[in-house]
């Protein structure tokens, strides 16, 4: 017999002996495995921009309750990238201090923490055009020296590069999930390098010694692990952006890959983690929980995962609830972004989190975006108490930063 796909065999055979010969027909070309056997509508998946038709109550929140520490933002990146590595000093600045303080004023963000602030001589360029431009409004995190951890010698290099940074002003350490998924033995060549490897081992306790709160990106959502195809539910975000799905060649899987940040969290007790992006791991609450039972240095952040939080209100709540001070407010905001609307710093992003934390408004967009860019669907508002609004709006991030409000 010649070998026809289920669908070419179907065509051939008529109706009456599909229907005698084959009971179970109509169960096997349910849509989930033929979708071809549906009308087609002639409207593209990416022109589809469905108006919801609830009528339903909507709160406008146009001022957080109380003021608010942005911990996740990104105001200077690397100038000089290889393949997910930075290799210089030099910053790019996406905007400058008085263009973001007008926003932030309307919209009380008493600080935004720039992440991405970079080493040496960029790291003490965005200090001083931040930090000490606007005492109060800004704080800088350093980086690792990625390009020079193939060096010898590079563990005790970087723990001493913590200590000059801080002297610098930096205060705390970031890590992008460069690593984990992008540096490699020789850099940008060669095997992945571990996210546990013991030559971060003298970074991450000098972060302890010298009280700089690491904010941690390890991994990425769950769908970017696993193939593109219809059944992905980020599947038009990865069309979007096909560098961002790790699935498939030698990339470990989530798991692994947080796993082995979980080691390096339980060998580091004194060092405090900020786990980005509700520790990389939004979709599995009770995983994220259990995680910040085992380790009391672990923090976690929401920084573009109110698309998780918001359509899971009722378990994101009580999560909430029982982890009311150690969750931290972020948006992972980029000034002046085009690429992910779910990122671009300005009124509306702020909103959007202002409303999703302090209402609880019904199915509304997590992102200013005429498609929701990460996943069709949208979120539920969790109407959080002033109590755990003011610890997470700004009182775990002011503990961790030992700066006062
Ligand atoms: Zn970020």
Redesign the pocket.
């Known amino acids: 017999m010649p070998r026809y796909t289920r669908r070419q065999w179907l065509a051939t055979t008529s109706a009456t002996s599909i229907g005698s010969l084959l009971p179970s027909v109509t169960a096997a070309t349910t849509p989930s495995q033929e979708p071809g056997s549906r009308k087609k509508t002639g409207l593209d998946l990416g022109d589809f921009e469905p108006r919801s038709m609830l009528h339903v109550a909507s709160h406008a929140v146009e001022r957080a309750r109380f003021p608010v520490i942005d911990i996740?933002?990104?105001l200077s990146f690397s100038a000089k990238s290889d393949k997910g590595v930075a290799m210089a000093e030099e910053r790019r600045f996406l905007a400058g201090a008085e263009e973001l303080l007008e926003v932030m004023d309307r919209k009380n963000l008493r600080t935004m923490v720039n992440?991405?602030g970079g080493t040496g001589a960029g790291l003490a360029k965005g200090i001083k055009a931040y930090d000490q431009a606007y005492p109060g409004r800004f704080l800088t995190f350093t980086e690792p020296l990625w390009h020079r951890s193939n060096q010898a010698g590079y563990p005790r290099l970087q723990a001493e590069e913590l200590a000059k940074a801080k002297e610098e002003g930096a205060r705390g350490l970031k890590v992008?999930k460069t690593l984990g998924l992008y540096l490699r033995k020789d850099l940008t060549s060669g095997p992945l390098i571990k996210v546990d490897d013991p030559r971060f081992d003298p970074m991450w306790e000098a972060c302890g010694q010298l009280n700089l709160p690491v904010a941690i990106?390890v991994a990425d959502p769950e769908a970017f692990f696993l193939e593109t195809d219809r059944f992905n539910e980020r599947f038009e975000e990865l069309v979007n952006h096909p560098t961002w799905s790790f699935h498939g060649r030698d990339f470990p899987s989530n798991r692994e890959l947080l796993e082995a940040r979980n080691r390096v969290f339980a060998r580091h007790p004194k060092t405090q983690f900020i786990a980005?992006?509700v520790g990389n791991n939004a979709e599995n609450l009770a995983s994220v929980s259990e995680c910040l039972k085992r380790f009391a240095n672990m923090h976690v952040e929401i920084?573009?995962r109110i698309g998780e939080l918001g359509r899971q209100p009722r378990t994101a709540r009580k999560f909430f609830d029982r982890f009311q001070d150690r969750i931290l407010f972020g948006t992972?905001a980029?000034p002046n972004g085009v690429d992910t609307p779910q990122?671009i710093f300005g009124d509306k992003l702020y909103e959007i989190y202002y409303r999703f934390l302090e209402t609880e408004d019904e199915y509304f967009d997590y992102a200013p975006a005429p498609v929701p860019p990460q996943g069709r669907w949208q979120i539920y508002g969790l109407g959080l108490p002033e109590t755990i609004l003011q610890k997470v709006y700004n009182g775990n991030a002011a503990r961790l930063l030992g700066i006062q409000i």
């Open positions: 996740h933002t990104h992440l991405t992008l990106h980005l992006h920084g573009a992972d980029v990122q």
